[in-house]
């Protein structure tokens, strides 16, 4: 328990960095209009393709022995293919909107 407060005071300056960028992302995204949800969407899913990448990466050049790198990464590979599997479903629903529907 100590290490996990020890963590968290050693890195306070990075957990308030991402809480802050979390709190302005969902500002930002609540107000984007219904327009450009789509192309915002395919946006993040090639972002979230470099971090599927990048992570795995990252996880074939860590330690065995580090427990915390291992889990970070697989974590962050099973989270960013949620993520861009989500937003094609959500971006091919949004465009099954606009085709015309046969008679």
Do not use: C, W
Not at 4 to 33: A, H, K, T
Not at 46 to 58: F, T
Not at 73 to 97: H, K, Q, S, Y
């Amino acid at each position: 328990m100590e290490d996990i407060l020890s963590l968290f005071y050693d890195n306070r300056e990075f957990i308030f960095l991402i809480l802050v960028s979390i709190f302005l992302g969902i500002e930002i995204i609540s107000n984007v209009p219904a327009v450009l949800h789509t192309p915002l969407m395919s946006g993040a899913n090639a972002i979230h393709g470099v971090v599927i990448i990048g992570s795995i990466i990252i996880m074939l050049q860590a330690d065995p022995g580090n427990y915390y790198a291992l889990i970070l990464g697989f974590l962050a590979v099973i989270l960013g293919t949620l993520n861009v599997v989500g937003g094609f479903v959500v971006t091919d629903r949004m465009l099954e909107m606009f085709k015309k529907k046969a008679k």
